[in-house]
């Protein structure tokens, strides 16, 4: 399997092939500018679909990932996704045992044909170490990171910005891997209390945990600012972890073949997932999914107040947002004012033609953006099974009671923008999978405003907020964030 870029640079010659899957693992964007995609998307045909039905999930992972990795022995693929994918990684304080499906479906409301009901269901994603599902990814990351880095004989050094949960995601993939270092800037303050304790009680040698004296934006234009200092980059080998990863993408397929069989009798039906998108890696990975032939009926795109994606879907306007306009909502991992993956899904809905991704994307890239309304590309959208809604503060505490007033399920308030904009959307000739993308003990503040108490803690994680903290604080300075790097890795 190769890989092209978006803006087309890997394709352009017709005789030198494009870059394999470990050649774009460690970069980011590729060197055009774009971002990376297969070729073409492997299909999975009926009898095959049958076979992985019955996969456990690291062997559904393993037969989906080699789809797209031929530069790694399958052996060896098997023993990282074997590694990655294991229960004790994902039971979150449950018994091994009821952590084996890794990500259990869980009905609210069961289909009813006679009833013409499609039925409702959470597929569980968040018992990863960090409770988001950014583990599912991550997790699979760090393995290859390690395993990739030995057998070149070479070492990374991330350096990255959170607002919350990327951080601790990442942190928690890479901690003690050999070859890897992990720089984190974090907004000094502006994490709950619950995210602080997350990062920076780990005491790995490799983990380095940077507070800034100022907000999430500060933090990322100070990574932006030594990223582009070339010499330093290289001399430092500073590399990065951030949404646009392949990788990342590849590893959230798996969960949609595995939600898919859990919800379903056979192969001849279809169902719809909603997606609490930011992003937009995850409703990605379902769309290339859908792609490869897995009987996705409709995606469903769910936004918060930020709703540049719910725009572009409902009208054919894609028009990113200034950090000024972004606004500080209760589901705070999908405040997004432009969608990095997004790149990714309109190359293929323009036919997958790299010469108008560029010029859409210098319009986007000078702060503007683009309008498909009234082009057949627009009109094409329903083929692609998507549609889009958003959500606002007073939906998510409505969702949130009454989840768990009908259902006695206590849900995030990302996962609620899912289940609010999914119920809207449901059908009757379908399942609706809401995908969970954290778990509500991270949010507990508008747990409480919701519901009045708190949520449940796993066993491993009460009184976190007690344990000794590593975290250097710093004023928003480069040259301080370089001296660190520079002494850590002397
Ligand atoms: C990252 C994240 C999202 C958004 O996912 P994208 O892949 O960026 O669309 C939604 N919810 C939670 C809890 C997240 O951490």
Not at 164 to 184: C, N, Q
Not at 201 to 227: M, P, Y
Not at 444 to 468: F, N, S
Request: glycine letters at 8%; one cysteine or more.
């Amino acid at each position: 399997m190769r890989y092209l870029s978006t803006r087309g640079s890997t394709s352009s010659s017709r005789d030198s092939a494009g870059p394999t899957f470990t050649e774009i693992l460690l970069g980011g964007l590729a060197p055009d500018g774009g971002l990376y995609l297969p070729e073409s998307y492997p299909q999975v045909d009926a009898a095959e679909l049958d076979q992985w039905r019955r996969l456990s999930y690291a062997d559904l992972a393993f037969a989906v990932l080699a789809k797209f990795i031929d530069d790694i022995p399958p052996a060896d693929l098997k023993a990282l996704v074997t590694r990655t994918y294991a229960p004790r990684v994902y039971c979150n304080g449950r018994s091994e045992t009821q952590a084996s499906e890794i990500t259990p479906l869980r009905w609210l409301e069961r289909p009813n044909a006679a009833r013409g009901e499609g039925g409702l269901a959470i597929l569980e994603l968040s018992n990863g170490p960090t409770l988001a599902f950014k583990d599912m990814a991550m997790q699979l990351l760090g393995n290859l990171f390690e395993y990739v880095l030995a057998r070149r004989g070479e070492q990374i050094n991330i350096l990255g910005a959170t607002s919350g949960d990327t951080g601790s995601s990442a942190e928690y993939a890479m901690r003690g891997k050999a070859g890897v270092h992990v720089f984190m800037l974090s907004p000094h303050q502006r994490m709950s209390a619950f995210q602080r304790a997350q990062m920076y009680s780990l005491q790995d040698e490799n983990i380095h945990n940077i507070a800034v004296r100022g907000t999430f934006d500060d933090a990322q234009d100070v990574v932006k600012a030594v990223s582009s200092d070339h010499a330093f980059k290289a001399r430092y080998k500073i590399g990065a972890v951030n949404s646009i990863n392949w990788a990342r993408v590849a590893a959230q397929l798996v969960y949609y073949f595995k939600g898919y069989f859990a919800a379903t009798g056979g192969n001849d039906q279809r169902v719809a997932f909603a997606v609490p998108s930011g992003n937009f890696g995850n409703i990605c990975a379902g769309h290339i999914a859908r792609m490869m032939g897995l009987p996705i009926g409709r995606l469903v795109l769910a936004t918060n107040e930020n709703d540049v994606l719910d725009e572009f879907f409902r009208t054919g306007f894609y028009r990113p947002r200034a950090t000024s306009e972004t606004h500080a909502t209760s589901s705070p991992s999908m405040d997004i004012s432009k969608a990095s993956n997004f790149e990714r899904f309109v190359f293929d809905l323009l036919g997958r033609d790299p010469a108008m991704i560029r010029e859409l994307w210098a319009e986007v890239d000078a702060g503007h953006g683009f309008d498909l309304s009234g082009t057949p590309y627009f009109a094409s959208l329903p083929d692609f099974g998507f549609v889009s809604g958003s959500s606002t503060h007073a939906d998510r505490l409505a969702t949130i009671r009454h989840a768990f007033a009908s259902w006695g399920v206590m849900v995030d308030t990302h996962t609620a923008d899912g289940l609010k904009v999914g119920s809207e959307l449901r059908t009757p000739d379908m399942p609706m999978i809401v995908l969970e993308t954290a778990l509500p003990a991270k949010f507990e503040a508008t747990i409480v405003e919701a519901l009045g108490r708190k949520p449940q803690r796993p066993a491993g994680l009460q009184g976190i907020e007690d344990l000794p903290q590593r975290v250097e604080v710093i004023d928003v300075d480069v040259d301080a964030v370089k001296q660190i790097i520079e002494r850590e890795l002397r």
